[in-house]
């Protein structure tokens, strides 16, 4: 089950032996296997029976909306609910909604808006979730295993992509509704595993300063690290954009939804192996270092999407962005996790991740409409410039003294 291997102490036994933590881990890569599933037939299903690139956008805009809505909120609630029947409700909610998408489309009675709506639940509990399992890794796993355990993390999460994405693909080019159908049953096993875990996960109460507001001052007050949070936020947009316009350039190309499974496939395997290191450059390299190495990468790498052309080409390019992508985010959660109160890790958590991945929701709509302006190529060569400004700026701020010293970033 794992893929990295952790370094015991006398006085804690390896993540192997971590029974909360494994099922945890198992419980958890189930569910995100039943989103990676489903996840990009939401917008084949769009584009491939009605060509509208608009529409296909909005969708992905929906799905990813709760990143901007739900976060604050979610956070503030996974501080004060018992996280393991957060991620219990939010297992049976996507269950529920991806069936009744499987059924719609297995009738041949799509509807747009159900889709949306549907994209949109299953967006909102997926925060929830997420909040809730990133802070239980705090409560299973000793501060000595957590850079092991992030990586382990991470893993389970790009090589779900890297079955999911391709088998997604596959299904829905023998018949549309087996991607769904195939995530209900991975959620279903995932409600069993979550139900098995046992162990207390309930965050301290915490009274006074428990609101929103909060997370956001402990964020706000820290200059570099909510500088990086704007940078990936930044990066994560151009990312989204760039799945969306390959989708549409293999659909131009006259090419099987399928080679678009295998590409993700090819990043997810870079994602596998950015998971591995990881773990070893968080112990290795400071954060402010990583910042500016990972931007640097995707700036030279970014370019070659203007080029590409064969599926092959495309496979590498994604290869090389998840693999920095994984590592970084690795690196980055690791230092959040220390750096953060118990008591405060689904505040701060949730301000991250509606910073960085909130920005993704506006990637695929402004994506989409700038698709329906401009030719892929173009939309790349856009995305490559603002990747090599996103590069710049990331160098001038963490090169600055004041980066080595904030909140141990130059050693953390």
């Known amino acids: 089950m794992t893929l990295v291997e952790e370094t015991s102490t006398q006085d804690h036994p390896p993540l192997r032996r971590n029974r909360a933590f494994q099922y945890l881990w198992a419980g958890s890569a189930l569910s995100v296997l039943a989103e990676r599933f489903s996840a990009m037939a939401f917008t084949l299903v769009v584009i491939w029976s009605t060509g509208s690139k608009s529409a296909a956008g909005l969708v992905a805009f929906a799905a990813l909306l709760p990143m901007l809505l739900v976060q604050l909120p979610a956070g503030v609630l996974v501080d004060r609910w018992d996280r393991r029947r957060v991620m219990v409700v939010c297992v049976a909610g996507r269950l529920l909604g991806v069936g009744s998408v499987a059924a719609a489309v297995a009738t041949d009675r799509v509807w747009i808006p159900h889709l949306a709506a549907v994209a949109f639940a299953q967006g909102a509990m997926t925060v929830f979730y997420q909040l809730a399992e990133r802070a239980t890794v705090r409560s299973v796993v000793p501060a000595a295993q957590l850079p092991a355990a992030m990586a382990q993390n991470e893993a389970r999460g790009r090589g779900a992509n890297f079955v999911g994405h391709p088998a997604g693909g596959l299904l829905f080019g ?3 509704y087996a991607p769904f159908l195939t995530s209900t049953v991975f959620y279903l096993v995932s409600l069993v595993a979550m139900l098995r875990l046992r162990t207390p996960v309930r965050a301290p109460a915490k009274r006074k300063g428990s609101g929103v507001a909060a997370g956001l001052r402990w964020v706000w007050g820290r200059r570099y690290f909510r500088t990086a949070l704007l940078l990936i936020a930044g990066s994560n947009l151009l990312f989204q954009g760039m799945i969306l316009t390959l989708q549409v350039v293999i659909k131009e190309q006259g090419r099987s939804s399928a080679v678009v ?38 700036a ?85 410039v603002t990747m090599g400004v996103l590069a710049l700026l990331t160098i001038a701020t963490f090169a600055r003294r004041g980066a080595r010293e904030e909140d141990g970033m130059g050693n953390v």
């Open 300 to 384: 030279l790498v970014m370019p070659g999407l203007i080029v590409a052309a064969h599926p092959v080409a495309f496979g590498a390019l994604f290869f090389a962005t998840s693999l920095i992508g994984a590592a970084t985010t690795v690196a980055g959660m690791v230092y959040q996790l220390r750096i953060t109160p118990d008591g405060m890790q689904g505040r701060v958590g949730s301000v991250v991740l509606l910073l960085t991945s909130g920005a993704s929701s506006i990637g695929a709509l402004g994506t989409g409409f700038l698709l329906e302006a401009v030719s892929t190529t173009r939309a790349f060569a856009a995305m490559s």
């Open 174 to 176: 023998l018949t549309a």
């Open 261 to 298: 499974g295998l590409i993700m496939a090819a990043g997810s395997v870079g994602g596998l192996a950015g998971a591995v290191v990881g773990g070893w450059w968080s112990r290795r390299m400071a954060m402010r270092h990583i910042m500016v190495v990972a931007y640097v990468a995707w």
